[in-house]
């Protein structure tokens, strides 16, 4: 069943509202985030939300989301839940979620199936890293990204994943050993092991410092050179619109409340 259009736009819309009380967060309290993938393309390529994307993608320094972990409880409002493993203790994955109590999702790997979890339309938040610009690091990010991914719940992009929170740990937190000061040369900037999707790494002279990007008639923080950036997570040409039978959601409903 295709999510109705006009469904799904005052989804984006609602996704958008918890992106500016998330933005305005950050701001009083001075921590960086920048728009990571989908989000970003959009972006770059639509000044808003890719038409049929039904999510918001956002990053952040590990020491800033960390900090937004802390504060965020006292000061989202009522709209506005922050899931983590801590407050919804059936949501299987280590990242951050802002889910709306406003509109609820159900994405296809949870077709037929009683998550338990709270299922409101999201904003992702994905921890970020730094190792130095190293061929063995580059490989040894790969290969953690690999074994987190067969020990991940089973999601959109790890579907054959089981979810082994201990060993996923204690894979993360091998990956946090490499972590540098965000002030040092020739860094790389990679995800943290909470998000296995994507194990893309980016000059961090491409991403820092911060530069602004329209989205969807606002502004909000984006990676010095988005290009750099999504050249480094895609493979094909993104600012070509895929065909027709690629443009399709996450989502096997999405119902606004």
Known sequence: MAVDSKELRKAQLIMLDMLVEFDAICKEHNLKYWLDSGTLLGAVRHKGF???DDDIDISMPVEDYNKFKEI????LSKDIFLQTRE???DFKFDYMKLRSNRASIVEFHEEGRD???HQGVFVDIFPMLTVPNKEFYKKFYDGIFQSIRSVSAVSLHTPDGEDCPEIREKLVKALYLLHQEWNKKDLKV???GEMPDVSAWFDIDEVLPLSKIEFEGLEFYAPKNPK???SSIYSFDFMELPPLDKRTTHALEIVVK
């Open 87 to 89: 407050s919804d203790p």
């Open 115 to 117: 998550v338990g979890y």
């Open 228 to 230: 750099h950036y999504l």
């Open 72 to 75: 965020a409880p006292l000061e």
């Open 50 to 52: 890719i038409p049929w």
């Open 190 to 192: 990679i995800y943290g």
